[in-house]
């Protein structure tokens, strides 16, 4: 499993940005869980060894990652 946290964390780093005011240290991110899956899966992880998708949502909170819109200006 360690193995597949470090693999999330590079999947989100790449869909992320931190707080444009810097008012928090929370990074927000807006992959969602069914294209993490869907990325994890083309990186070769079969389908029956992936967690559920409200685990793979709790692995990217307990990561810091924070789901938020990105604002278009």
Known sequence: ???LINRIKDIADGASQTDPKF???RLYTRLSVSSLREQLLKQGYPP???PS???L???LVA???KRKK???T
Do not use: I, R
């Open 23 to 25: 008012t928090s240290v």
């Open 1 to 3: 499993m360690p193995e």
């Open 70 to 72: 990105v604002a278009k």
């Open 63 to 65: 990561l810091g990652y």
């Open 57 to 59: 949502w709790n692995k």
């Open 48 to 50: 029956d060894t992936l």
């Open 53 to 55: 998708d409200p685990t």
